[in-house]
């Protein structure tokens, strides 16, 4: 009879412990578990340990209550008629308020959501040209999310965050883009080009142009240094000299320089002047066609009237 009852105390302590623990259940942190009592909605639990009628209350599904994100690809087409593939990114949580609405309004949330996303996009993406999606993609973005709280709020949903994390044209549409740049980049780099190829060449010009303006003054001066070298020479040899007239004098110049002349081209290894003729003896028929000149200059003084209307007269004579 001793073992019987124990056996049947043990039996029953055994089925009480296993009701007990049927009994008992835990909720996490940032969950709600939805409890049915036969069939129909009887609370909703809080984090924490709680106890429910074996058989009775029965939990059918528990709430996440933290943020969730639902990344929804969609193809659509841009006023200019290019397909683009967007990824709208949707970030949105069960209002803790409204666990019974998110329970029992929706059967799949997330079908929901990607729905209302598509109605979205498809409506605003035709209206806007390819080169402005990527810069109006906030505004994108922006009416989904004004469009899915206006709705999604009555199911116990809020939110968050709409962002278009992606758009991506055709492949061809692509290249096509690229070239476009490429062509617009190379366009203003042969513009930036020319630009300085034309400053260069301004410069060089305005340079060139210093260039022989300060050779011709460099010329100039050279010969007005001649000219008085020669003259005071020719003062100087008188002097030294008595006697000696300027044609003489001219004539020494005339060789001395003509031998320094041929100096310097025999000088030179490379050398390709050709001196037709090149005798000393044509000196000659140069320094009288310098003689010649120098008369023809003296007759046009003497023959012009006085400056001091003479006409000629000196003490009372004629010339």
């Known amino acids: 009879m001793n073992t019987d009852l124990l056996w049947v105390l043990g039996g029953s302590l055994t089925a009480v412990g296993a009701a007990l623990a049927a009994s008992l259940y835990t909720v996490q942190q940032q969950t709600v578990a939805i409890v049915q009592r036969l069939g129909k909605f009887h609370k ?55 666990v019974y609405e998110a329970t029992y309004k929706l059967d799949d949330a997330n079908r929901q959501i990607r729905s209302y996303v598509f109605d979205v996009v498809r409506a605003q993406v035709p209206r806007i040209k390819l080169d402005d999606v990527f810069e109006k993609k906030d505004d994108i973005a922006e ?23 992606d758009i991506e044209p055709d492949a061809h549409v692509k290249a096509s883009m690229n070239e476009i740049n490429a062509a617009q980049r190379m366009r203003v780099a042969a513009n930036e080009k020319g630009e300085a190829e034309r400053i260069l060449k301004v410069k060089s010009a305005q340079g060139d142009a210093e260039s022989k303006a300060l050779q011709g003054k460099g010329i ?24 000696t007239t300027a044609k003489d004098v001219m004539n020494l110049v005339l060789m001395t320089q003509y031998f320094d002349m041929l100096k ?51 003490n009372g004579h004629h010339a």
């Open 44 to 98: 909703q639990a809080e984090p924490g340990i709680h106890m429910r009628i074996p058989f009775i209350d029965e939990i059918v599904s528990r709430m996440n209550l933290r943020v969730q994100q639902l990344d929804v690809g969609i193809e659509t087409k841009t006023e200019d008629n290019v397909f683009v593939n967007m990824v709208v990114s949707v970030q949105y949580f069960v209002l803790p308020e409204k």
């Open 143 to 165: 009416a989904v999310k004004v469009e899915l709280s206006h709705v999604m709020e009555g199911f116990g949903y809020g939110i968050v965050k709409a962002l278009v994390t």
């Open 264 to 314: 310097e081209i025999g000088a030179s290894t490379k050398s390709t002047a050709i001196l037709i003729p090149h005798s000393p003896g044509h000196l000659q028929s140069l320094s009288e066609q310098v003689r010649n000149a120098m008369m023809e200059a003296s007759m046009v003084n003497d023959a012009s009237p006085p400056a001091d209307g003479t006409d000629g007269k000196r």
């Open 220 to 243: 100039a001066d050279q010969r007005a240094a001649i000219v008085a070298g020669l003259r005071d020479s020719v003062d100087e040899f008188q002097r030294s000299v008595p006697g």
